[in-house]
């Protein structure tokens, strides 16, 4: 039993010296990026960034597979208007009576439905991928009304040595996307 104990306090222990977890940042109001605890600037690898008129979308960013984390650190940037997660969405729909335009939320023909007949938005998504036996995490940039990606940018995830806190996963992520909401303005 206290074997049990002590390895337990040594796991608390050790993710508890990784780093924040899930720390909404404020964003540097110079330079529209978040930094570490440090104070270093790290932006995640930029897999593809296209030309995008983002002031037609500024209205509404919707954000999913990152949880409330991610659609308050979303918030925190301010650019968007109006930031919303799956639960908000399905009000809007409500809201406006649009359930028999929009009778599903959960794949992307649902968004595209939404966009068309709602006002334009811009999809924001974080997932997983796995490449060559290494696990990345990737934010997404999707344009609901063609389902083409316009943005994607991913961190490899370190579980092993460089551990995943916020520092060196989640912020590089919203700083390579908000530099590419900067150039898209």
């Keep these: 039993m206290r074997l049990h104990l002590f390895a337990l306090a040594l796991v608390s222990l050790l993710v508890a010296a990784c780093g924040t977890q899930l720390k909404v ?3 540097d ?3 529209g990026l ?3 605890e440090k ?3 790290i932006e995640a690898t930029v897999v593809t960034s296209r030309k995008f008129p983002l002031a037609q979308h500024k209205g509404m960013a919707f954000v999913s597979g990152g949880g409330t984390y991610a659609v308050e650190q979303m918030r925190a940037l301010g650019y968007f208007d109006q930031v919303v997660s799956y639960d908000d969405l399905q009000k809007i729909v409500i809201a406006n009576r649009l359930q028999e335009q929009v009778p599903s939320l959960n794949e992307p023909i649902g968004l595209n439905r939404l ?3 709602y006002k334009p938005f811009l999809w924001v998504h974080f997932k997983r991928v796995q490449r060559e036996s290494k696990t990345y995490l990737q934010l997404l940039a999707i344009n609901p009304d063609t389902l083409d990606e316009v943005f994607v940018s991913e961190v490899h995830m370190d579980f092993v040595w460089a551990g995943v806190t916020d520092q060196n996963a989640r912020y590089p992520l919203f700083n390579a996307f908000n530099r590419w909401v900067q150039q898209n303005r």
Aim: proline share 13%; net charge positive; aromatic share 6%.
């Design 29 to 31: 109001p110079q330079t």
């Design 115 to 117: 966009y068309r007949a």
């Design 39 to 41: 104070g270093t600037v």
């Design 34 to 36: 978040i930094k570490s």
């Design 25 to 27: 940042a404020p964003v």
